[in-house]
């Protein structure tokens, strides 16, 4: 599933094509996403200048004259921009033109989706959407002090497991799971240790440690573990350098002992015993 990290390279991969391009039109090929995609898309977009493309969360927003797209990639999506001569390929979903350039959604699981802002609702930042969302990991806001009390304080009194509470996205947006298995091993922090105990110099590691993992994973262009690539339909490399992340049974890289496996809401968590304390 595309994480902050591959929406971000996403983000940074389309960005120097579309930014003040014309959209030309828009073709939905089969608008059934996680939700409908709007019917009069085609009407309203066409003429409308792309002024900026942002991310928050695993949202990319793509601010336009008279509103802004919200872009999901969701389980399996991809988005590439390609000459408009290009054929379709199966499970192209919608189709932005800008003249000889097209930006297209790729999408065989048809869990992302495409939805529009306009700016009659207000700021896009009051979509519902976006309301619930954590601080961005990069933001000024989870600097230093300020990402560890936002991460203590969000925690208190939480009997949920520290791995799930991070997933939530509550406190901080992006760290999905493999970079919450990184992450954790990087803060020295079992993944089943009760997020309501994590102690305030915990709470600054695992600031850090998110921070830190996000960006590395940014610069490798992201993970691919079956469907991700880029705008330029590469894939990411991220778990190439991976500690502990799908490494069951292989010698942690810091003391040799084994890495092990355990699954936390339906999801693999991997952790080294000996360096990740409870």
Not at 135 to 140: A, L
Request: net charge positive; with cysteine.
């Amino acid at each position: 599933m595309p994480e902050l990290p591959e929406v971000e390279v996403t983000k940074l991969g389309i960005a120097p094509h579309l930014h003040g391009r014309t959209i030309s039109a828009i073709k939905v090929i089969d608008g059934r996403l996680r939700w409908p995609v709007p019917k009069s898309l085609p009407q309203i977009l066409p003429g409308q200048k792309i002024q900026s493309i942002a991310r928050r969360g695993k949202y990319l927003l793509l601010e336009l004259e008279k509103g802004c797209l919200l872009i999901h990639l969701g389980m399996t999506g991809t988005l590439r921009v390609l000459p408009s001569s290009e054929p379709l390929k199966l499970h192209d979903r919608v189709t932005f033109e800008f003249g000889r350039l097209s930006l297209r959604l790729h999408d065989p699981r048809k869990f992302g989706a495409v939805l529009w802002h306009p700016k009659t609702k207000g700021p896009v930042e009051s979509n519902p959407l976006l309301l619930k969302l954590g601080v961005e990991p990069f933001s000024s806001a989870f600097e230093g002090e300020l990402g560890t009390e936002i991460l203590y304080q969000a925690s208190r009194k939480r009997s949920v497991a520290v791995k799930q509470f991070l997933l939530a996205g509550q406190a901080v947006v992006g760290v999905g799971n493999i970079y919450c298995s990184e992450s954790l091993f990087e803060a020295g922090i079992h993944p089943a240790k009760a997020a309501g105990k994590l102690t305030r110099p915990q709470c600054s590691r695992l600031a850090s440690a998110v921070r830190s993992i996000l960006k590395k994973a940014i610069d490798a262009g992201g993970s691919t573990l079956k469907d991700f690539v880029n705008s330029d339909g590469d894939p990411g490399h991220f778990t190439v350098q991976s500690k502990v992340y799908d490494r069951k049974g292989l010698p942690c890289k810091v003391c040799k002992t084994p890495i092990q496996q355990i699954v936390q809401g339906q999801r693999s968590t991997y952790f080294c015993p000996v360096c990740q304390k409870r």
